[in-house]
């Protein structure tokens, strides 16, 4: 989960607290604000190097002060086109394997390995409601099934086709189908989904990679039956410069249809310069 902002606020207070007559006053500001927690693991992001020195400490505080906590770990940077995270283990046990809750849904996820953002809950939440019963809905970039498995858990009238190229995301895919109980519903496919994405089956196609291309945005408009959604996830700046356009009218050229509504959400901020997007697009073939 994502710590809210008056959690984090107590935290930060009473972490200044215990510190300020142990350390150099001037590293009191730079304690950082914010950590999200993945099943009970706390994760922070680029600790200001200034506070190597007491990393350990405020580990131990956190890990003393949230109850949901008992491993902290810096996520220093990711790498590849699979995001695989770097982390560093500042306090608690030296283990990466959690299992994360949200929407009555278990995610099996090994932290060092694998991407995980508690801030897409509301994105998780917003398709739950979205959906109508009976939806067949293709994942385009399922990873362990962070989107869509929260969707098919708590509608049992709904079939996902979930697609992942990463060998260990989808070996957690299946892990979760099963933990889940929706075999028979959640149907995991591995490959490249420019290949492996099946035609004119789906109600609703969700693309939760940034960084998709036209041609995959053309499979996803070959995924949907005679009309349905498409949920398009992009980043851009806080003006929101990126062009829509520019990934739908290439793809016209390729497979025919029509775009019958379009709205962009925010969802989350990533840095900051960069926000989080989603495009949902309304289309007819």
Not at 154 to 170: D, L, M, Q, R
Not at 174 to 201: A, C, H, L, M, S
């Amino acid at each position: 989960m994502l710590k809210d902002s008056l959690d984090l606020m107590k935290i930060k207070n009473k972490l200044q607290n215990s510190l300020k007559d142990k350390i150099d006053p001037s590293l009191l500001d730079k304690i950082p604000s914010g950590y999200s927690v993945i099943g009970d693991i706390a994760i922070f992001h680029q600790i200001n190097e200034d506070l190597n020195p007491i990393k350990e400490q405020i580990g131990n505080l956190i890990i003393q002060f949230d109850s949901q906590v008992s491993i902290v770990v810096e996520q220093i940077e990711t790498k590849s086109i699979y995001r695989k995270p770097i982390i560093e283990y500042i306090a608690g046990e030296r283990r990466a394997l959690t299992i994360h809750k949200e929407y009555n849904t278990l995610f099996h996820i090994d932290v060092s390995k694998i991407t995980f953002s508690p801030g897409n809950k509301g994105e998780r939440g917003f398709l739950i409601n979205a959906v109508e019963n009976g939806e067949i809905i293709c994942d385009m970039f399922a990873c362990i099934g962070n989107l869509s498995l929260p969707i098919v858990v708590n509608n049992p009238s709904i079939t996902v086709y979930g697609i992942e190229a990463n060998k260990e995301a989808f070996d957690f895919l299946k892990k979760n189908i099963k933990e889940n109980d929706v075999q028979g519903r959640y149907y995991p496919v591995f490959g490249d989904n420019r290949i492996k994405t099946p035609k004119g089956i789906a109600n609703r196609v969700i693309m939760g990679f940034f960084k998709s291309d036209i041609i995959q945005f053309t499979k996803a408009v070959d995924a949907i039956q005679n009309e349905g959604w498409i949920h398009h996830h992009f980043t851009s700046s806080r003006s929101l410069n990126y062009k829509i356009e520019n990934i739908i009218n290439p793809s016209k050229d390729k497979v025919k249809f029509r775009v019958e509504s379009t709205e962009i959400r925010k969802i989350k901020k990533v840095s900051p310069r960069l926000v989080h997007y989603c495009a949902d697009i309304k289309i007819q073939k």
